[in-house]
C-alpha cells in the first residue's frame, strides 16, 4: 500500500477526521459539520472523501464524480484544513468500512475520527459493517436542523453509543436535497472558517 499517497499532511500525532459523502452537491451544510467538529474536537485537519457512488442512493441523478469534486473544493476553498480527495476513487472503494480499514492501515500514526451529519446517523446501522467502522474508528456526529433528535432514536447509538461523539453548534439549513430540488448543481453559499463562532 505504500503506493497510496495521502491527500494532506500526515504525522505522528495528528488527528484527522474523515468526512465522506456524495456532496452532490457540495453546499454550506457538509463546509459547517467540517468545520464545527474542527473546532470542537481539536482536529488538525478533515478529508472530505467524495464518493464514487454512494452504495445506499441511486446513480439516477447522481452528477459526476469530477463535477462533485470540483463542487467539494469550491466549498471547501479559503480553509486550508479542509481537504477534498477523491481517494475513494482511487482505491476502488464503495464502502466505508473498506476505505477506514485502509487508511489505518496505511497511516497507523495518524488518529482518525469519522464524521457526518446527524441526518446520516439514523440510517447509519444500514452501512455495510457498520459496527466494524465504529470498533476501528470513533466517529463524531454534528447535529444538523431536522435531526437534532436523531441521537435519541438511532440504532447505533443505542447499540454503540461508547463509540460516537455528539456534537452541536450554530446550526446551519443547507441540504443537498433541497438544493436539488431547486434544480441547482453549484455549491450553495459558503461560510468561511472566520464565519463560524469561536465559542461553539
Do not use: C
Request: glycine content about 8%; proline content about 6%; overall charge positive.
Amino acid at each position: 500500500m505504500a503506493w497510496l499517497r495521502p491527500p494532506g499532511p500526515v504525522a505522528t500525532g495528528l488527528t484527522i477526521g474523515l468526512f465522506g459523502g456524495s456532496f452532490n452537491p457540495a453546499h454550506e451544510g457538509h463546509r459547517y459539520v467540517a468545520e464545527t467538529a474542527l473546532k470542537r474536537l481539536a482536529l488538525d485537519y478533515v478529508w472530505l472523501l467524495v464518493s464514487p457512488q454512494n452504495p445506499l442512493k441511486a446513480t439516477n441523478g447522481m452528477m459526476p464524480l469530477a463535477r462533485r469534486l470540483q463542487g467539494a473544493r469550491s466549498m471547501a476553498r479559503g480553509n486550508r484544513r479542509l481537504i477534498v480527495s477523491g481517494l475513494e476513487d482511487t482505491i476502488k472503494s464503495r464502502y466505508t468500512n473498506d476505505t477506514v480499514r485502509l487508511l489505518r492501515t496505511r497511516f497507523p500514526q495518524v488518529r482518525f475520527v469519522w464524521l457526518m451529519g446527524s441526518d446520516n446517523l439514523e440510517q447509519f446501522h444500514r452501512w455495510q459493517h457498520w459496527r466494524d467502522i465504529l470498533n476501528a474508528v470513533p466517529a463524531a456526529v454534528v447535529l444538523r436542523p431536522g435531526f437534532v433528535l436523531a441521537p435519541l432514536k438511532a440504532k447505533a447509538i443505542q447499540a454503540m453509543g461508547h463509540r460516537i461523539r455528539i456534537v452541536d453548534g450554530r446550526r446551519n439549513e443547507s441540504s443537498a436535497t433541497a438544493i436539488r430540488a431547486r434544480g441547482g448543481e453549484a455549491t450553495a453559499q459558503v461560510i468561511h472558517s472566520g464565519d463560524v463562532p469561536t465559542h461553539i
